[in-house]
């Protein structure tokens, strides 16, 4: 029972992982509904064996980021659609309370990041959660150098991708 008050403590204490994860990775009320349950299923059933090597917090990207991302897969083939994604306008959010009132620069943002690979996604994610190349790159599994290329990148690719949207610019 404590193992358990402690992984939903935890789960709260972490819960815009959660939030900014399935925002990434889903524009959908409906699949941000689904991917934070399967978060949550996936964290619980992995926490039993969780040895605290790391920190919970970077356990729990790793978790979640990979949970997205077969979610993702597994999206695209129950819909029968090819890789791109359309962009949505978002439906009732979950955790509709965190959600409400965001700016519109910051939908603009999790639009845009809608046409990223599933590799930017992650490396734009971990660079909102304030991780440097070092561990951006340990978490994917590639050097510093190449998550420093990488991230920078994907930086100036959502920038093209803003500016050519809401803007009308190269």
Not at 40 to 62: A, C, G, H, P, V
Not at 72 to 99: C, G, H, W, Y
Not at 142 to 152: D, M, P, Q, T
């Amino acid at each position: 029972m404590d193992k358990e008050k402690n992984f939903i403590s935890l789960i709260e204490k972490n819960k815009g992982i959660i939030l900014k994860i399935i925002r990434i990775y889903q524009v959908n009320a409906a699949d941000q509904l689904d991917l934070s349950q399967e978060i949550i299923y996936q964290l619980w059933k992995s926490y039993l064996s969780f040895q605290e090597n790391s920190s919970f917090s970077t356990w729990m990207y790793r978790v979640a980021i990979n949970t997205a991302l077969t979610f993702m897969k597994q999206t695209i083939r129950r819909k029968n659609i090819n890789k791109s994604i359309v962009i949505n306008e978002l439906e009732e959010p979950v955790f509709a309370d965190e959600l409400q009132s965001r700016p519109d620069e910051l939908s603009m943002f999790y639009n845009a990041v809608q046409e990223l690979n599933e590799i930017e996604k992650a490396i734009i994610f971990y660079y909102l959660e304030g991780l440097n190349h070092k561990e951006i790159g340990k978490n994917l599994g590639i050097s510093e150098e190449n998550a420093r290329v990488k991230l920078h990148r994907t930086k100036e690719k959502l920038q093209k991708i803003i500016n050519n949207r809401y803007y009308g610019k190269a």
